[in-house]
């Protein structure tokens, strides 16, 4: 049977069958080798093939086989060192959800969410939640680093889950697609999700435990089904995230201001680190590329990571 996976939790999986019904599969062991380098052998947003099994009124199944990936978003594993987790598979976009304060999400962390999703030419938008924190100093701090991004082609919305601000905005951006939401723990991306939908009751953190490091209510992906064809996916909190593979070069086909300019440089192995006749650091001096968006460039390049 064919199914598409609902829930990871890395020894099972909720599978829905073709005909809705849900299914819950394990793996055989060899489907573990299809990826050596990641945790996950199926991820949330897999096509699946399964057997399906009765135990009793239960119904159960085996998962023998998955449909390849038209793309992925993966994080840095926090089991094993140099290898990656698969947060979801197959979807149509990704939200990054972002907050100035508690916690602190970086400038860093954003670019490099989003040149995983330049590789594999995943839509991306910005979700700024807890608005309802920001002083006019703050706002005006969020308005400025949105501004960076809506300026390069990224999409920003402005939410506070708590005061249900900005709530439909954010319901429409939904509408026949399979969204992935992600960010660090506590940024309120299982707050939100719990308000488009009464059934789906996604455990959120107590305030008073917010301060706990490391403490992520949310500890599996999964994903839930809004209205037909709209989906979107809950996923833990991220710490860092994997590169996938990468070599320097490519990188700055990721950063969509520097597109245009790349094959100008007058070397064509140009890195735009201080190469001469370099087009992308003109821009960057008339201020065409803004120079945070350069410094996470250059810090991506020299990630060991990237290095091999
Ligand atoms: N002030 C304020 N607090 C919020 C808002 N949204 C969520 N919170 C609080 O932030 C805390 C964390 O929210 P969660 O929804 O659990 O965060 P999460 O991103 O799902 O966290 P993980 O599951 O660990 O990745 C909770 O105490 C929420 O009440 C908001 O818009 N404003
Ligand atoms: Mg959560
Ligand atoms: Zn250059």
Same mark, same amino acid.
């Given at each position: 049977?064919?199914?598409?996976?609902?829930?990871?939790?890395?020894?099972?999986?909720?599978?829905?069958?073709?005909?809705?019904?849900?299914?819950?599969?394990?793996?055989?062991?060899?489907?573990?080798?299809?990826?050596?380098?990641?945790?996950?052998?199926?991820?949330?947003?897999?096509?699946?093939?399964?057997?399906?099994?009765?135990?009793?009124?239960?119904?159960?199944?085996?998962?023998?086989?998955?449909?390849?990936?038209?793309?992925?978003?993966?994080?840095?594993?926090?089991?094993?060192?140099?290898?990656?987790?698969?947060?979801?598979?197959?979807?149509?976009?990704?939200?990054?959800?972002?907050?100035?304060?508690?916690?602190?999400?970086?400038?860093?962390?954003?670019?490099?969410?989003?040149? /995983? *999703?330049?590789?594999?030419?995943? +839509?991306? #938008?910005?979700?700024?939640?807890? !608005? %309802?924190?920001? &002083?006019? =100093?703050?706002?005006?701090?969020?308005?400025?680093?949105?501004?960076?991004?809506?300026?390069?082609?990224?999409?920003?919305?402005?939410?506070?889950?708590?005061?249900?601000?900005?709530?439909?905005?954010?319901?429409?951006?939904?509408?026949?697609?399979?969204?992935?939401?992600?960010?660090?723990?506590?940024?309120?991306?299982?707050?939100?999700?719990?308000?488009?939908?009464?059934?789906?009751?996604?455990?959120?953190?107590?305030?008073?435990?917010?301060?706990?490091?490391?403490?992520?209510?949310?500890?599996?992906?999964?994903?839930?089904?809004?209205?037909? /064809? *709209?989906?979107?996916?809950?996923? +833990?909190? #991220?710490?860092?995230?994997?590169? !996938? %593979?990468?070599? &320097?070069? =490519?990188?700055?086909?990721?950063?969509?201001?520097?597109?245009?300019?790349?094959?100008?440089?007058?070397?064509?192995?140009?890195?735009?680190?201080?190469?001469?006749?370099?087009?992308?650091?003109?821009?960057?001096?008339?201020?065409?590329?803004?120079?945070?968006?350069?410094?996470?460039?250059?810090?991506?390049?020299?990630?060991?990571?990237?290095?091999?």
């Amino acid at each position: 049977m064919e199914g598409l996976v609902f829930k990871s939790t890395g020894s099972w999986y909720k599978v829905k069958s073709e005909a809705g019904q849900d299914y819950q599969c394990r793996t055989r062991g060899k489907l573990k080798l299809a990826d050596s380098k990641t945790t996950n052998p199926v991820a949330v947003g897999d096509r699946v093939i399964f057997e399906p099994e009765m135990h009793g009124d239960e119904y159960w199944g085996i998962i023998t086989g998955i449909h390849p990936r038209t793309n992925y978003i993966i994080r840095k594993s926090v089991h094993k060192t140099g290898h990656g987790h698969i947060l979801a598979a197959n979807i149509d976009q990704a939200m990054l959800m972002v907050t100035l304060t508690y916690p602190r999400t970086s400038q860093g962390f954003i670019d490099r969410f989003l040149v /995983n *999703t330049e590789s594999f030419r995943i +839509p991306a #938008i910005l979700v700024f939640n807890k !608005i %309802d924190l920001l &002083d006019e =100093e703050g706002l005006q701090i969020q308005r400025e680093l949105a501004n960076v991004y809506e300026t390069i082609g990224y999409a920003c919305l402005f939410i506070s889950a708590l005061k249900k601000q900005g709530v439909n905005n954010f319901h429409r951006h939904l509408q026949d697609k399979v969204t992935l939401l992600a960010g660090h723990s506590g940024v309120g991306k299982s707050s939100l999700i719990n308000l488009l939908s009464p059934e789906i009751g996604q455990k959120v953190k107590e305030i008073s435990d917010f301060s706990l490091k490391g403490k992520h209510a949310t500890t599996f992906a999964e994903m839930f089904e809004l209205e037909e /064809n *709209t989906y979107i996916i809950d996923t +833990p909190g #991220i710490k860092e995230l994997g590169m !996938i %593979d990468m070599e &320097d070069w =490519e990188i700055s086909h990721y950063f969509p201001e520097m597109r245009q300019y790349l094959g100008e440089c007058k070397f064509n192995n140009c890195l735009h680190v201080n190469e001469p006749g370099c087009v992308v650091l003109d821009a960057l001096g008339s201020g065409a590329i803004h120079e945070s968006r350069y410094m996470s460039y250059l810090s991506m390049l020299e990630n060991e990571d990237n290095r091999r």
